[in-house]
């Protein structure tokens, strides 16, 4: 087991077979290795993160609050992003 010391909000982690995905403090989507621990990358995040998932979908984790934005999880870059609310009534 292993621990890794960060700023988290109340988000739920998503996590697949490589990577723990969580939104932390101050508006970032951490990517982390499932089994050392270790960062894989760290990118800033237009979501504020309160009471956001991470869930991973295909080659992307998504996350939710304000928008709707997917980060590539080889390199957490934003593969897409919806600004405009109209995704809201699905996850009510």
């Excluded at 621990?3 to 982390?32: E, F, I, N």
């Excluded at 760290?42 to 309160?50: D, E, F, R, W």
């Excluded at 992307?60 to 593969?79: N, P, R, Y």
Aim: some cysteine; aromatic content about 8%; charged content about 10%.
């Amino acid at each position: 087991l292993w621990t890794q010391p960060m700023a988290l909000t109340s988000c739920v982690p998503g996590v697949d077979s490589h990577s723990v995905y969580a939104l932390g403090a101050p508006s970032r989507l951490y990517a982390v290795d499932r089994r050392s621990g270790a960062v894989r990358w760290v990118v800033p995040s237009i979501l504020t993160g309160v009471n956001s998932a991470a869930a991973r979908v295909g080659n992307v984790v998504v996350t939710a609050s304000g928008a709707l934005v997917a980060f590539d999880t080889a390199k957490g870059a934003v593969a897409w992003q919806d600004a405009s609310g109209e995704w809201l009534g699905g996850f009510a």
